[in-house]
């Protein structure tokens, strides 16, 4: 099974920072990468896809980037709504298998 | 536009069986695979298996092998995850989700509560 690591696992930010969160696979997994956004009590929204395409009404402040085993999602200038807890997701090959998730909070 | 809508929160004993529901609307049913992933409370997400609505084929993670089915109705375009031999570590909310290219989850299911106690 390809072994999904993201960090950090959590971190604080404010309002208006960039932040950036990393995803490595234990094997290559070309682009076969996706990021999802989960908020407390609402189940996962899919936020890039193929490593660096961006979902269909996902904000441009979100991006992505990588490809073989080291990945990024980069948030441009934090707003409210992007408090959550980001999941990476590889579907190079089943099992799928999902990182254990970054919470961002406020600082 | 696309909809998963899930069965209600089930409360069950340890060793029993539980079968959730997942009504897809908004799309051809047998056009996509849809999969189910779970999470336990204050966990991360853990990916169950598949099913393929339009040939009924389905594939499951090995740690569930001989405990899942996924089934579905085309007639009413609704898949089914059914889970025996309940333990208290099943406790979780399972999620449908609708495959698109990539192995990319776009629409998930509001997901359903199941508790396991003894």
């Known amino acids: 099974d390809i072994q999904m690591t993201q960090s950090p696992s959590s971190l604080s930010a404010s309002v208006g920072d960039r932040v950036t969160v990393t995803c490595r696979a234990s094997?290559?997994?070309?682009?076969?990468l996706n990021w999802y956004q989960q908020k407390p009590g609402k189940a996962p929204k899919l936020l890039i896809y193929?490593?660096?395409s961006l979902e269909s009404g996902v904000p441009s402040r979100f991006s992505g980037s990588g490809s073989g085993t080291d990945f990024t999602l980069s948030i441009s200038s934090l707003q409210p709504e992007d408090f959550a807890t980001y999941y990476c997701?590889?579907?190079?090959?089943?099992?799928?298998?999902f990182g254990q998730g970054t919470k961002l909070g406020i600082k | 536009q696309v909809q998963l809508v899930q069965s209600g929160a089930e409360v069950k004993k340890t060793g029993a069986s539980v079968k959730v529901s997942c009504k897809a609307s908004?799309?051809?049913?047998?056009?996509?695979?849809l999969h189910w992933v779970r999470q336990a409370p204050g966990q991360g997400l853990e990916w169950m298996g598949w099913?393929?609505?339009?040939?009924?084929?389905?594939n499951y993670v090995q740690k569930f092998q001989g405990r899942v089915a996924m089934t579905r109705d085309t007639s009413i375009t609704t898949a089914y995850m059914e889970l025996s031999g309940l333990r208290s570590d099943d406790t979780a909310i399972y999620y449908c989700?609708?495959?698109?290219?990539?192995?990319?989850?776009?629409?998930w299911g509001q997901g359903t509560l199941v508790t396991v106690s003894s």
């Open positions: 908004g799309y051809t049913f047998t056009g996509h695979y």
């Open positions: 099913i393929n609505p339009s040939s009924g084929a389905s």
């Open positions: 094997h290559s997994i070309n682009s076969y």
């Open positions: 997701q590889q579907s190079y090959s089943t099992p799928y298998t």
């Open positions: 989700a609708r495959l698109i290219s990539m192995g990319t989850f776009d629409y």
């Open positions: 193929a490593a660096s």
